[in-house]
């Protein structure tokens, strides 16, 4: 049995593509036990059998209504005991957005937030976006006031701070910056929700999403958008929270924590 817990959050900007960049090799050598997929656009029939289930790793999809849009997927050494994909919300839930999967005593939520731009690029979803961040947030809520210690991961779509963008002046009237929507972050940490990496690091400069155009991701002018929230049950057991933009193959980068493996205990 490990010592440590290993879990990583990845927005693959579709898994088909990014199994064509390696995908498969880096999960092997990822060292990960539980690692959870956004925007995996794409059905499980959809996925070549060795994707869908690679050896030695318990899968589960959750795909969007609308095919090739969305989606969430969970590989963990381990079944979890259950996994939920629903907040109760007709409009919230056919998107294919949220796995809450549960692994001893820890509480693994696996969540693409939806973006609040638009198709013009008019912040016309932001209303969309905070009402799910707020169906969520009383969900596992009620999971970390029960007594479980929770983890909250995935691509959030919003850079909590300025540190956590490299233009945030020019970005102030766009979504993923929006004061309501940097507001919802600071209520959920109010709440007791530790976002992991600001816990152990308050340095600039560290981001995990960049724009495909402009070299951005080579001049490293990107935003920090994905994150692993944890409740203080959970934060104690924490040893370690990482960034990988080196590892390539989305316009995303992993992002993950190491918890001592007695959080599951």
């Known amino acids: ?27 092997a050598q990822s060292r990960a036990q539980i690692v959870g997929l956004q925007e995996v656009r794409a059905l499980p029939s959809q996925l070549e059998p060795g994707l ?16 090739g849009y969305s989606g969430v997927g969970l590989y963990s050494r381990s079944e979890p005991t259950w996994v939920q994909t629903s907040l109760n919300d007709p409009e919230l839930d056919r998107e294919g957005r949220l796995q809450i ?12 937030f939806p973006k609040g731009s638009g198709p013009k690029r008019d912040n016309s979803r932001v209303p ?19 007594g479980y210690r929770v ?24 979504s993923g910056f929006l004061p309501e929507e940097r507001e919802e972050l600071d209520r959920w940490i109010r709440a007791g929700w530790i976002d992991t990496f600001r816990h152990l690091h308050d340095q600039p400069g560290h981001y995990s999403w960049w724009m495909q155009r402009f070299d951005a991701r080579r001049r490293n002018v990107g935003w920090r958008i994905d994150y692993v929230l944890a409740s203080r049950a959970a934060l104690r057991y924490l040893k370690k929270a990482f960034i990988w933009p080196e590892v390539t193959g989305s316009d995303h980068c992993p992002v993950g924590v190491d918890f001592d493996a007695a959080v599951m205990d």
Not at 52 to 67: C, G, I, V
Not at 128 to 146: I, S, T
Request: charged share 25%.
């Open 1 to 27: 049995m490990p010592k440590n817990l290993r879990i990583v959050s990845w927005n693959v900007n579709g898994l088909r593509a990014c199994s064509r960049k390696g995908f498969l090799e880096w999960l």
């Open 101 to 112: 999967a549960l692994f001893g005593r820890l509480v693994v939520v696996n969540c693409y």
């Open 151 to 174: 983890v909250v991961m995935g691509d959030f779509n919003t850079a909590h701070r300025e540190i956590d963008l490299a233009r945030p002046n020019t970005n102030a009237r766009n």
């Open 52 to 67: 869908r289930r690679p050896l030695r790793w318990y899968t589960h999809f959750s795909p969007a209504e609308k095919k």
């Open 128 to 146: 969309f976006k905070l009402g799910f961040y707020r169906a969520l947030f009383d969900q596992v809520d009620g999971l970390r006031r029960a």
